[in-house]
């Protein structure tokens, strides 16, 4: 396959510096421009073909936020790596952006350490755009607007469900504001999220979905009583789980740093087993677009126990590494394309899907 061509736009030029050298180190990747703000990466476009633009968060004349309007605009192809800094304002920033169509993220490095720092964006951005280079291989199939989802030969109805809990990754923030939205106000059920990301940038999805919502959104807090009818995203940085009080029955949500899963920290793997657990039979599980394959095995125990598992369909994931996984694994119940996935969950929260094949 071609090299993948990368325009680097950020208003600093120590930072233009040190992306390109990061992109120089990677396999199979040229650096095709530099800019210094967004207006001068749309006129680079315009002149060089581009695959990915990594994309500062904050900057003059066009912050992040326009640049990425105006390239989903005029250059669809090309696909947005934000590159923000780790403080309040860049992850809301980014979340917009996240919401908007970027494909992914990247934090710049908080450490004083620059061999550090360098190793760090080279894992994280080679990860993300060897995965990207794996999508951009275009596989017959119907368009994603008339792909159904479908339900599998082991599907049945597994009776009540109590909780849902979503595990997701790249092209979470996206498909989250197309899923949790929609879901009923009178849902009646809790709901758990695990959503691969650092701190600050799950408080600003949470905020930002809250507002969006019917029902409740926030960060999930340690000791905190689960509702019916809210919404709770593991933390960035911490692992998520639940428990249930032996004397009271009261089902509390539970936050550490024990050490990640798959690479994974929070992981859904960890909060689907604890959900298991707490829930039994009584849980449903949906696994998300992301890449790699963290929340199979926690499907797999929620499954054992009883439990029932959605997957999203191929072509409406941004990564199919996640849902894959669980397909592979003959995990999942059914498999659901994003526009449906709010409303299949509703339906088994109140038990109106049926048998059969």
Partial sequence: MPP????????????RSIL???????????VVGTAHNGAVALEALAKTPA????????????????????????????????VSAANRSAADITIQALE?????????????????????????????????????????GPPRSMAPSCPLPQRVARGKVDVVTIG????????????IPALPKD???????????????????????????????SEGAEGEVLEAGHVYI??????????????SGAISIGVNENPPENNCRPAADVLFRSVAAVYGKSALAVVMTGM??????????????GGTVLAQEETTCVIYGMPRAVVEAGLADEVVVLDEVATRIAAHVRGAVGTGA
Wanted: with cysteine.
């Fill in 4 to 15: 993948v061509r990368i325009l680097i736009v950020d208003d600093t030029i120590v930072y």
């Fill in 20 to 30: 390109r050298g990061v992109i120089e180190a990677l396999p199979d990747c040229t």
């Fill in 51 to 82: 695959d990915i633009v990594l994309l500062d968060v904050e900057m003059p004349v066009m912050n992040g936020i326009e640049t990425l309007r105006a390239i989903r605009e005029r250059f669809q192809d090309v696909s947005v790596i934000m």
């Fill in 100 to 140: 908007l169509g970027a494909l992914d993220f990247v934090p710049k490095p908080e450490t004083s350490d620059p061999e550090k720092s360098r190793a760090s964006l080279i894992e994280t951005l080679g990860q993300i755009i060897e995965t990207h280079r794996r999508s951009r291989v275009v596989v017959p």
């Fill in 168 to 179: 997701i990754s790249t092209g979470g923030p996206s498909a989250l504001t197309q899923v």
């Fill in 187 to 217: 849902l009646g059920v809790p709901v758990l999220i695990v959503q691969h990301m650092p701190p600050l940038f799950t408080e600003s999805l949470a905020r930002n979905l809250d507002r969006q919502s019917a029902l409740a959104v």
């Fill in 234 to 247: 593991a933390p960035g940085g911490k692992h998520m789980v639940i428990r249930r009080n032996p004397a």
């Fill in 292 to 305: 790699g394959s963290d929340g199979c095995e926690g499907a797999r125990v929620i499954r054992r126990q």
